[in-house]
């Protein structure tokens, strides 16, 4: 993993504080979300401290910390979305698995991630499990369509 990180860093030659972000995405692609790890190797060969790199990709919802889950939730809260009551499934999202946007549940089995839009604005407000879409769902919804994840684990 190091070596893949280290790979990915040389890529990116002239990368200054103010123009991590492309870096910062390509690490994400490649390892699903940035380590500690890779925290560290960024500002390693930047000549930066780990809390400034921390700094900037704080600052931007879409990068992770932390694994997925086994079942990866994301949420669309682009603007069809939003007006069709994503917001309330987003909230709906958090207290059930008691998690945040961006935070992976404790058994690893769900994490969370709010997206922009995700292509199929007519039918929102839309989600998507790993390569499941729904579409037109309601926060309602929600509880039996994580019980369902739950109950697939069950089998396995
Ligand atoms: S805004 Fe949600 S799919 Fe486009």
Not at 112 to 139: F, Q, R, T
């Amino acid at each position: 993993m190091a070596d893949r990180i280290d790979e990915i860093i040389k890529k990116h030659l002239n990368v200054q504080r103010d123009s991590l972000l492309p870096l910062l995405q390509d690490i994400q692609n490649d390892q699903g979300y940035l380590s500690e790890e890779s925290i560290t190797r960024i500002a390693a060969s930047l000549g930066l401290s780990a809390s400034q790199v921390y700094g900037v990709a704080t600052f931007y919802d879409q990068f992770r910390f932390e694994p997925r889950g086994r079942f990866h939730i994301q949420i669309c809260h682009g603007t069809a979305c939003h007006i069709n009551n994503s917001a309330r499934i987003i909230q709906e999202a958090e207290r059930l698995l008691k998690i945040k946007p961006g935070q992976t549940t404790r058994d690893g089995t769900f994490s969370l991630e709010i997206v922009n839009c995700m292509g199929a604005c007519g039918l929102s407000p839309v989600m998507a499990i790993n390569d499941s879409y729904y579409h037109g769902i309601a926060a309602e919804d929600l509880k039996e369509i994580i019980e369902n994840c739950k109950v697939k684990i069950s089998r396995l």
